[in-house]
C-alpha cells in the first residue's frame, strides 16, 4: 500500500493540456478493465463460502486497474 505515495512525485508537475489528456485516457482504461474484472469475480463470488478467498478475490481487480494506470501512463509519456 506504500507504493501510492509514488503518485506524490505529481504533486511538482505543472500539468499542460498533454498530461491530462494522457492521465484522462490512462484512468479511462483503467476503470473499464477493473469493471470488466470485478463483473466475473462478484458472480464467482456468491459461490466462495470462505471469507479469506472473498478478500483476495474482491483485491484482485483493484491490484489489475491500479497496474492497467500505471502502465498506461508510462506508455503514454
Same mark, same amino acid.
Given at each position: ?11 511538482? !508537475? ?9 492521465? &484522462?485516457?490512462?484512468? @479511462?482504461?483503467? /476503470? *473499464? +478493465? ?9 458472480? !464467482? ?9 472473498? &478478500?483476495?478475490?474482491? @483485491?484482485?481487480? /483493484? *491490484? +489489475? ?13
Amino acid at each position: 500500500m506504500f507504493g501510492f505515495f509514488g503518485f506524490f512525485f505529481y504533486a511538482k !508537475i505543472v500539468p499542460d493540456e498533454l498530461f491530462l489528456l494522457h492521465f &484522462r485516457k490512462a484512468a @479511462t482504461k483503467a /476503470f *473499464f +478493465v477493473g469493471g470488466i474484472v470485478m463483473a466475473p469475480i462478484i458472480v !464467482i463470488s456468491f459461490a466462495i463460502e470462505s471469507s479469506a478467498w472473498l &478478500r483476495l478475490c474482491l @483485491t484482485i481487480p /483493484f *491490484f +489489475v486497474s491500479m497496474a492497467i494506470f500505471v502502465i498506461s501512463l508510462a506508455v503514454f509519456e
